[in-house]
């Protein structure tokens, strides 16, 4: 479901920039604005980061294999990561330049209607196209938390990521069209060129934004808080089990966890208790949290009294 549901939003977003960024385009050369032309670039890096996110979905379902033996998950969230540098760079970057350019070559803007239609039209598809990932986004939302902290503690930086290129867009169109109509009004071609600098300013913070966020993704973010309380209390409901020494988990991608835990359990349990244990916590903690597709267990050191001491039993990889 989230998987189908991130597909939808990203290809919502591609066919919306693809048709944007050709119009756009098309406006930069008959007004010559500086702000249509950044703002072309900008739908342009948009179409190309949302393929990167189509590619990095279709990597991370790839089956474990020997080399990676949990799993392909975290390749979603390194071309979260490129889609960040690129807008950072390549949309930032270019936008910040073209309006420098402006600055120091001012030319006064042409036909500057042209401009208005494109700009409502992009601000209509941009529109629908922030409605559908919003939309994707606010059905994996947990209740009563803001959008901020959704955003935050959210495990899948597709969804996101395509809110957050949808907004930003949707602040550089009203960006431009301030540009270009201030411009235009007070015949000063130099507010042009500054309104594709605040475009390009604009870029460059949503850029670290997804960044900062892939990033925690990356390098091994547990998974949610709530799963890690559910996953102890599930444990220590049973009577087998004394108490949790240590559980840690690993978020691998937006529907798959790693979860490992030391358990302690009573004393006086048999080697076949002790492993059914195990297959009854095994199955209890993905009957209720089915995202945690690997589970190791690790028992701490019982004796039980018929039988000699001897090293502990530890419980398979499930």
Do not use: C
């Not at 290809?11 to 385009?25: E, L, M, Q, R, S």
């Not at 930069?28 to 670039?41: D, F, K, T, V």
């Not at 169109?173 to 540009?179: E, K, R």
């Amino acid at each position: 479901m989230p998987a189908r549901s991130s597909r939808r939003a990203i290809v919502a977003a591609i066919a919306g920039n693809v048709a944007i960024a050709v119009t756009k385009f098309i406006a930069a050369a008959i007004s010559g604005s500086s702000a249509m032309l950044s703002e072309g670039i900008h739908s342009l890096v948009d179409t190309g980061n949302d393929l990167l996110l189509l590619l990095g979905l279709r990597l991370s379902r790839k089956p474990a294999d020997t080399d990676h033996p949990f799993g392909h998950g975290k390749e979603l969230y390194f071309w979260s990561l490129i889609v960040a540098i690129l807008i950072f760079g390549v949309g930032g970057g270019m936008s910040i330049y073209e309006g420098i350019l402006h600055l120091l070559h001012p030319n006064p803007i042409e036909r500057p209607l042209v401009n208005y239609i494109v700009l409502a039209l992009a601000a209509i598809f941009e529109g629908l196209s922030w409605q559908v990932g919003y939309s994707e986004f606010k059905a994996t939302q947990e209740k009563g938390i803001g959008l901020w902290e959704a955003i935050h503690s959210s495990k899948d930086p597709s969804l996101f990521t395509v809110l957050f290129e949808d907004t930003a867009a949707l602040l550089g169109l009203l960006v431009a069209f301030l540009g270009i109509f201030l411009g235009h009004l007070l015949n000063n071609p130099y507010i042009d060129g500054s309104a594709s600098v605040m475009i390009g300013a604009i870029l460059a913070v949503t850029a670290l934004l997804l960044a900062y966020e892939s990033k925690g993704l990356l390098v091994g973010e547990s998974a949610n808080p709530k799963i890690v309380a559910g996953i102890r209390s599930l444990a220590e409901a049973d009577p087998a089990v004394e108490r949790i020494t240590r559980a840690l988990t690993m978020q691998l991608g937006p529907s798959e966890i790693l979860l490992t835990m030391e358990i302690q359990f009573r004393k006086g349990l048999s080697a076949e208790a002790l492993q059914a244990a195990i297959d009854r916590l095994e199955k209890a903690i993905r009957t209720r949290f089915p995202d945690i597709q690997r589970i190791f267990i690790e028992s701490e050191s019982i004796t039980a009294p018929d039988r000699p001491k001897e090293e502990p039993p530890r419980a398979r990889a499930g």
